[in-house]
């Protein structure tokens, strides 16, 4: 184990005393009100995303979110404590993947992982994950191995 020499510490310290003094002076900033309905119209249209099976509804809420969210990116980054509105993280893709293309997919694919499967349906690994975890949990899918090494296959 490495210790620290006292000027470390005092560095970390006025470190710590400037983040501080930067999260005292971004509470002073007012909020904005729109803010939380942004955020909200940003989360209904996920929602309204994952429930559709129409390509051209979703590509038409995939716009109204792109176009949201760059709103959003010029407010800047509003996180629950800095603006009194909670958010989720920003998303890497707007891509929506349904049960049914998810299951085709590792049909097609057996033994594939979730990373190679996202990849595959233009999507994150966080996308698919909730819903490979109920096509599991249906018994539609079986898994072999563990963590990222985990792999699927349709049973």
Known sequence: MIRRTDEQRITDLEKRIEALKQRKARRLIPRDPALKHLHAAVRSIDKAMSESHDQAARQGLADARSTLSACLALVGPASTRDRGVVTPLPRATTGVVSEDMLLSHVRQNPGHRGERI?????????????VMKRLIKAGRVRTAGQARAMSYSAT
């Open 118 to 130: 996202a990849q595959a349906l233009g999507t994150s690994a966080a996308t698919v994950r909730p």
